[in-house]
């Protein structure tokens, strides 16, 4: 898959999760935007086309389930994952379902499963 | 144990440094490079080459990287200097005792090293607070006591739910003449029903599922802080929690080796038949 030009949104309330991700998707070949929290992940979605966001699940205000949720409603070809270090608690969460996930990432993740996880969720949208 | 070196950062860290480097090498090399004598580029060609460097920075994303060079060393730095200290909270947990002698140790210290190495058992399930006393060094076989520590916490760990943040409290104390410690690990956990409180102790019990676990944790330490001539207590309720509570004196009796069962050696000196 070529990742010319996908951009991706990485949100997290942690900058140093956020460096790290950053890191690895820029050298992969994405475009990558940041937000250190829902809302802010909100509002540059109103600038820009996402072809996909990565959210952390707990962070102050609103949650990434929350946030997922909310992208789903309105940017639904925006593929959605949530990034979680609570293994089995992000699948009780029941604003989970409204979001439909593409898929979840565990911390820490493995770049080249992260990547696979990706390129398979995006080169199936299309 | 995978998760003791983790850090989000290290050793991919290393590989993005050196991917940096050949960015470096690559902007480096696309330089133009000084002429023979006599034979100079001319302007517009001079221009086409520093172009062409441009374009190459671009491409590499040399502003990006420029700015992540150093952030990134710190990190990697970070994530060594944590390797080098739970090498050393290892060694500090497993110190082989050769002779089976006892050692003055401080417990505190047995606990900090305990807790760093499986940190990540309870890092997602549960809020740590650390309650410890100053404590006097105690005659004991560290590395034994370690382990009932490691036990008491892992299983701490394991009786909370992943749903939502728990409590894992850790207390030390000493007794007012200074001749006991105590260390106490509470959780907020699922507790332990009252009908098996009496049973956790036993080889093997366990309320797990077959295959996870041995059932031997609580029965091998309360076999330790027994020779140790402790005392190892819990109270429980359910659905609130439990806590585990471990006495040991500061002194062992003189002449009582740490493979001597107390118990044994005390029968002996009142000329009682030996308690199973």
């Known amino acids: 898959m070529s990742t010319q030009g996908l951009q991706i949104l990485c949100v ?41 966001v990565i959210s952390d699940m707990g962070m102050p205000g609103m949650s990434g389930a929350e946030l997922l949720s909310e992208v789903r409603r309105h940017w639904p070809k925006t593929s959605r994952f949530l990034l979680t270090g609570f293994s089995d608690l992000a699948a009780q969460d029941p604003t989970l379902d409204d979001a439909q996930l593409c898929g979840f990432i565990h911390k820490p993740w493995d770049n080249e499963a992260l990547l696979a996880c990706l390129h398979a969720a995006l080169s199936v949208r299309d | 144990m995978k998760s003791t070196t983790q850090s989000l950062t290290w050793p991919p860290t290393f590989s993005t440094l050196k991917k940096y480097m050949d960015i470096y090498e690559q902007i480096l090399d696309a330089q133009p490079q000084p002429q023979p004598r006599g034979t100079a580029l001319n302007s517009e060609e001079f221009n086409l080459a520093l172009e062409s460097v441009l374009a190459l920075k671009l491409k590499l994303q040399y502003d990006y990287v420029k700015g992540d060079v150093h952030p990134l060393m710190s990190e990697t730095l970070e994530g060594l200097e944590r390797v080098q200290n739970i090498i050393q909270d290892l060694k500090n947990f497993s110190r082989t ?44 076989v560290p590395s034994q006591l370690n382990q009932v520590f490691l036990n008491l916490i892992v299983n701490a760990s394991q009786s909370m739910d992943e749903g939502h943040k728990g409590l894992l409290t850790i ?36 309320s797990k599922a077959i295959g996870q676990g041995t059932g031997l944790g609580l029965s091998v330490s309360h076999g330790i802080i027994q020779r140790h001539g402790g005392s190892i207590t819990v109270k429980s309720t359910l659905g609130q929690g439990t806590r585990f509570k471990v006495v040991l004196p500061v002194v062992q009796e003189p002449g009582l080796a740490p493979t001597q069962s107390h118990t044994q050696v005390q029968a002996a000196q009142k000329s009682l038949p030996e308690q199973p």
Not at chain 1, 27 to 50: C, D, N, Y
Not at chain 2, 186 to 206: H, M, R, S, V, W
């Open chain 2, 97 to 140: 005792d050769t002779q089976l002698t006892w050692q003055k140790a401080n417990i505190n210290h047995g606990l900090e090293s305990t807790l760093n190495i499986v940190s990540h058992e309870f890092k997602y399930k549960a809020e740590l607070v650390l309650d410890l006393c100053p404590l006097p060094d105690i005659e004991c």
């Open chain 1, 12 to 52: 997290d309330d942690e900058p140093n999760i956020l460096r790290a991700l950053t890191r690895f998707l820029k050298m992969s070949g994405f475009e990558v935007s940041t937000a250190g929290s829902g809302q802010e992940a909100l509002i540059l979605f109103q600038t820009r086309h996402f072809d996909a």
């Open chain 2, 171 to 206: 207390r030390t104390g000493v007794n007012d003449d200074a001749s006991l410690v105590w260390v106490e690990v509470q959780d907020t956990g699922c507790g332990i029903a009252p009908e098996n409180l009496n049973k956790i102790f036993d080889p093997f019990y366990t």
